[in-house]
């Protein structure tokens, strides 16, 4: 919980973004680890999302590549259903969303928003996301096997 704070938060500043997701692979499901919004209250995150999902995040996962939504018309006309979740006040207008992968093994994921479509900001977020998912993910499969050491010797 404390790297996913640290993520989101840094990662918020850094980039520029209005909001932030991240979380860890379980059971075929991501479970959130913190949600952030810098510019209007932070919605309650939805404890686990689907890799079934229809939105920006779900694809990431399944492809285990970024996807990139740089308007909000382009959100609605990928992600509709997703779109129609967000709130109709929202001041975020561009998306990046990443699988989280250690090797080859996917561990979770992270997606910002962004108030703004210039190119510049998405951008520096490819830029910088793309440095920041390997490192997290990293530790992200660290923590995922000392948890598992911990519930096999709790087992054994």
């Given at each position: 919980?404390?790297?996913?704070?640290?993520?989101?938060?840094?990662?918020?500043?850094?980039?520029?973004?209005?909001?932030?997701?991240?979380?860890?692979?379980?059971g075929g499901?991501?479970?959130?680890?913190?949600?952030?919004?810098?510019?209007e209250p932070a919605p309650v995150a939805p404890p686990l999302i689907s890799l079934d999902g229809d939105g920006p995040l779900a694809e990431a996962l399944r492809e285990r590549k970024a996807v990139w939504v740089e308007s909000s018309a382009e959100f609605q006309t990928r992600f509709p259903n997703a779109y129609a979740r967000l709130a109709?006040?929202?001041?975020?207008?561009?998306?990046?969303?990443?699988?989280?992968?250690?090797?080859?093994?996917?561990?979770g994921g992270l997606v910002m928003g962004f108030a703004s479509n210039r190119s510049h900001v998405c951008g520096t977020a490819r830029a910088v996301s793309g440095k920041r998912a390997r490192p997290?993910?990293?530790?992200?499969?660290?923590?995922?096997?000392k948890a598992r050491r911990r519930t096999h010797s709790a087992n054994a």
């Open positions: 919980a404390d790297v996913a704070r640290v993520v989101i938060h840094q990662g918020l500043e850094l980039t520029e973004a209005t909001s932030g997701l991240v979380g860890i692979l379980e499901k991501l479970r959130v680890l913190d949600w952030r919004s810098v510019t109709p006040d929202t001041l975020t207008q561009a998306f990046v969303a990443l699988p989280l992968l250690h090797g080859d093994e996917l561990v997290s993910s990293h530790l992200r499969a660290r923590a995922r096997r």
